[in-house]
């Protein structure tokens, strides 16, 4: 089985215990964050492990790489403290099952970008962006098998993921790809951070989607006309896997000529959707999730954003509502991409 | 060219009926299990009185006449067993009125659910009705001829009970008028005139409903479902019951399938829930997931799974992609709440012998008075044997329907057989004595509902 590379020496010479100390959910004082993550790390109960948002802010803010959310997550389920009700985490680990036969496989011998699990989105990968690239995952029916599986972690159910996500790159690996464009950040850190930190072998070179974008639109730099547009950009937690790159979020915006709103809840700061907050266990869940996406598009409104920009659809599907309600229009980075370079969007609706 | 033939073309013109193979085969079946049985003739009225004329040319020919609205039962209710005059109603499909006060509309019988809601949001968007899981192209008369439920089933019960008046062709030719309509009032209401209670539930087996007033209902400007799941079957009934007696919900559905994976061996509950304004949707929210259904959440048996604007109908046709070939077929049940865990595990079984992947649902009727409970069962439409092997989990499911104590809905006909045989004998022979005096010729819908 593979085990998390976790160094408890990290946490004893660290001055910051940032992981904690920097938690958005759960006031910390340096003292205590040391001794709950040790004690974390030596498998006992910790009240970090029941007030936890899964929010996966902690992998950025420990400067050491050590992983501090992957060992909460490991813990949560080998003590049994699930951050969510039980059935939710049947309804979960049920879904990433594949049950439509088997994949199609055909051999690329190139660059492929992976939609994952998000076969219905196959229209924001549309258009002269993806020139070049072949999309695999499109159909609906076989999208579990190249499903990262990473969201278990939000359900404190790792071995799933231990279980899973080598058969996901076994398949992956098959097309013969020469680079994999992952679709979704989530997967991006499922290849580059989780299997790295767990000693997954991983027989492709994963690019993030952000990065991707950015070499084409230098790429097609001729055909880009300013969108000026006033934007607010929403972190998925997901991010938090490859903080490396979320630096093309503002080198994608200013490309484009987007104006990144200076705002409260940004970058390092981020707040999450609060997707993975409201279907928890702990009182006031539902509610303060709902508390958090206001304030989030409080924020957004307060600094003047016209666009929120997305990157994960499952923080799309949660907070996109709230925000178009409060007068800012909701887009996939791709699509404000596609906009910038002459082309109609196809979800700029 | 026959003169039945010639008759029914000078009746609705000779664009309206047909006696061609092709078009009589379309008519021979609906989408279920039921054996095929072809029509002689196929006409399409336009109004009552054309109606009228074919139903006194069948009389004296002595001809059956089978009327079909959307042709969406799934049960062969309007599959013509006995062959004669297959009565395709979809062309008297207006919308005579909208009372926006008295919320009500008056209908002909060809007025589909997708006519009926789009005509509403788009006219009068104060105003709903109960739509059912039926496709939009069912028709609002062919659902409360069969004692249809709807989104609004637990405020306001089944759509049989929201009719305000009916006018019907009676099967000798007449045309009669219930409700407050009779007595030259508008369609306002059905009560409080006399009960004679003679069409709706009789499959159109006593009469051709022409015009319905249906109840309308307030919509409000903000409609959304919220979700909730459970692992455990037996909290469903006090669920149900905790919900209702919230008393905040439009519509409270209960399921469980075993396809997609993620639905499998869980209750998924959907709660509609409609509100005027973020003020009045938070309180709603906070009242049923944070009051009502907090507790499960805090014990870990229950989650919350997040509330969507917008209504998306229960789609049970879905079913009919688990297996190659696209056929499905439901038994339907009015039932005790209490009764779900057993509907449930009952309804696992019968799948399970017969390899269907199995697909529950129960939708609370009224404040958990009763419950709709339904087992799909997916087929091959190309493949015999998968349809046998449908056709005997349904007909296992109707004698369980009885075992249980419920009631089969929309029985075909061998659940009606079931039906009759337990059936009390004093009302087994007033139903009979009614039948002999409205359909002395037995000419309506022959086969279906018939008491030897």
Not at chain 2, 391 to 397: F, M, Q
Not at chain 2, 426 to 447: A, F, S, Y
Request: hydrophobic residues 35%.
């Amino acid at each position: 089985m593979y085990e998390l590379k976790f160094d408890p020496e990290l946490c004893l010479h660290c001055t910051t215990q940032a992981c904690l100390t920097r938690c958005q959910y759960m006031e910390i004082d340096g003292e205590t964050a040391q001794k709950e993550i040790l004690k974390i790390a030596r498998g006992e109960d910790s009240f970090v492990l029941h007030e936890c948002a899964t929010c996966y802010a902690c992998e950025e803010y420990c400067t050491f790489g050590n992983h501090p959310y992957y060992l909460i997550a490991e813990k949560q389920e080998l003590l049994g403290i699930s951050p969510v009700p039980r059935p939710l985490i049947q309804r979960a680990v049920n879904l990433g099952i594949p049950f439509r036969g088997q994949p199609e496989i055909k051999e690329i011998n190139g660059p492929v970008l992976n939609i994952a699990a998000f076969s219905e989105l196959t229209y924001l990968i549309q258009g002269k962006l993806f020139d070049g690239v072949t999309p695999i995952s499109t159909d609906e029916r076989k999208m579990f098998h190249y499903f990262c599986q990473l969201m278990y972690l939000h359900y404190g159910r790792d071995s799933v993921i231990k279980e899973r996500l080598p058969r996901i790159i076994e398949t992956i690996a098959k097309h013969k790809p020469t680079e994999v464009v992952c679709f979704h950040d989530e997967c991006y850190g499922a290849y580059t951070s989780y299997c790295k930190a767990h000693g997954i072998d991983v027989p492709f070179r994963p690019v993030h989607f952000y990065e991707y974008l950015y070499n084409r639109l230098v790429e097609l730099k001729e055909m880009i006309r300013p969108v000026n547009l006033k934007v607010a950009y929403q972190r998925p937690c997901s991010s938090r896997l490859s903080p490396d790159k979320h630096l093309f979020v503002g080198r994608i915006f200013d490309l484009i000529g987007a104006e990144s709103v200076k705002r409260e809840f940004v970058d390092e700061n981020a707040l999450c959707c609060a997707g993975a907050i409201e279907g928890q266990k702990r009182e006031g869940s539902r509610k303060g999730a709902a508390m958090q996406q206001q304030k989030n598009v409080e924020d957004m409104k307060r600094a003047g954003a016209e666009v929120c920009v997305f990157n994960c659809p499952a923080c799309f599907q949660t907070l996109g509502g709230t925000v178009a309600r409060n007068g800012i229009k909701p887009v996939h980075m791709s699509d404000l991409c596609r906009l910038a370079i002459g082309e109609i969007p196809a979800g700029w609706r | 060219m026959d003169s039945i033939y010639q008759s029914l073309a000078a009746i609705v013109d000779a664009e309206h009926v047909s006696d061609r193979p092709e078009e009589l085969y379309i008519y021979s079946f609906d989408l279920g299990t039921a054996e095929p049985h072809r029509p002689d003739y196929v006409v399409s009225p336009e109004t009552t009185v054309q109606v009228q004329e074919i139903v006194r040319l069948a009389n004296r020919e002595n001809i059956p006449v089978v009327p079909l609205g959307g042709g969406m039962s799934l049960a062969g209710l309007a599959v013509p067993l006995r062959g004669g005059i297959l009565l395709d109603l979809k062309r008297m499909d207006r919308i005579i009125e909208v009372n926006e006060k008295a919320r009500y509309a008056v209908l002909e019988c060809g007025v589909s659910q997708g006519q009926l809601t789009s005509y509403l949001e788009r006219h009068h968007p104060h105003l709903t009705h109960s739509e059912p899981g039926a496709p939009p192209a069912a028709t609002i008369v062919g659902n409360v001829v069969i004692h249809g439920q709807g989104d609004l089933a637990h405020p306001y019960g089944f759509n049989s009970d929201m009719v305000n008046g009916l006018e019907v062709v009676l099967p000798t030719g007449e045309v009669c008028s219930f409700g407050s309509c009779a007595v030259g009032a508008s369609w306002f209401t059905n009560h409080p005139m006399p009960d004679v209670g003679l069409f709706l539930g009789w499959c159109g087996t006593t009469g051709i409903i022409t015009k319905l007033s249906i109840r309308l209902l307030p919509a409000k400007r903000i409609r959304g479902i919220g979700r909730f799941v459970v692992d455990d079957e037996g909290l469903v009934p006090e669920i149900f019951y905790k919900l209702t007696h919230t008393q905040m919900a439009e519509d409270i559905i209960a399921f469980s399938s075993a396809i997609p994976p993620f639905a499998s061996k869980l209750q998924h509950f959907t709660v509609n829930i409609a509100a005027d304004s973020e003020k009045e949707l938070e309180l709603k929210q906070q009242i049923i997931w944070d009051d009502t259904l907090g507790e499960y959440i805090k014990r870990g048996d229950g989650a919350y799974l997040g509330f969507t604007r917008s209504l998306e109908r229960p789609q049970i046709s879905k079913t009919s992609d688990y297996k190659k070939g696209g056929g499905f077929e439901y038994v339907g049940s009015i039932m005790p709440i209490e009764k779900y865990p057993e509907c449930y595990r009952r309804g696992r079984e019968i799948s399970e012998r017969h390899d269907i992947p199995y697909t529950v649902t129960g939708r609370c009727i009224g404040a958990a008075h009763s419950m709709m409970f339904a087992w799909t069962y997916a087929f091959n439409r190309a493949d015999p044997k998968t349809i046998e092997g449908a056709r005997n989990a349904l007909h296992e499911t109707d004698r369980l329907v009885l075992e249980l104590g419920g009631v089969i809905w929309k029985p075909g006909t061998f659940g009606q057989k079931l039906v009759l045989e337990r059936l009390d004998p004093n009302t087994r022979d007033l139903m009979k004595k009614i039948k002999g005096l409205l359909d002395p010729k037995g000419i309506m819908n022959p086969g279906n509902w018939e008491i030897p």
